[in-house]
C-alpha cells in the first residue's frame, strides 16, 4: 500500500518561509503526477502545485511566483518551498499522487501563518 507522510509544516510569521517534504513509500517515477493541496477551515480542498513525471509544474494563481514544487527522485520525496507566506495561506496541506484513476493522499500538515 502506497504510504505519502508529509513533514515540515509549523507556525511561521507573514512574509516566512517553510519547505514542507512529502517522503513516499515507493519510487515516485510510478506515479502520473505529485502535488500538494491544502484545506482551510471551512472551505474545500484547491490544489496548491502540482509537477509530473516529467517535471511539468503548475500553480494556483494565488501561490504562483511564492511557492515552488520540486522532486528528488533518489530520495521519493516531492517538496513544496514556500516563500513570502500569508495569512491566507494557513491551511493543512495535503501530499497527494495519482497513478492511473488511483489517488493517494498523505496524512496532512499544519501551516499556520500568523504574527
Known amino acids: 500500500q502506497v504510504q505519502l507522510v508529509e513533514s515540515g509544516g509549523g507556525l511561521v510569521q507573514p512574509g516566512g518561509s517553510l519547505r514542507l517534504s512529502c517522503a513516499a513509500s515507493?519510487?515516485?517515477?510510478?506515479?502520473?503526477?505529485m502535488g500538494w493541496y491544502r484545506q482551510a477551515p471551512g472551505k474545500d480542498r484547491e490544489l496548491v502545485a502540482g509537477?509530473?513525471?516529467?517535471?511539468?509544474?503548475t500553480y494556483a494563481d494565488s501561490v504562483k511566483g511564492r511557492f515552488t514544487i520540486s522532486r528528488d527522485n533518489d530520495k521519493n520525496t516531492v517538496y513544496l518551498q514556500m516563500n513570502s507566506l500569508k495569512h491566507e495561506d494557513t491551511a493543512v496541506y495535503y501530499c497527494?499522487?495519482?497513478?492511473?484513476?488511483?489517488?493517494?493522499w498523505g496524512q496532512g500538515t499544519q501551516v499556520t501563518v500568523s504574527s
Open positions: 497527494h499522487a495519482g497513478r492511473g484513476y488511483r489517488a493517494y
Open positions: 515507493e519510487s515516485i517515477f510510478s506515479f502520473n503526477v
Open positions: 509537477i509530473g513525471s516529467g517535471s511539468s509544474t
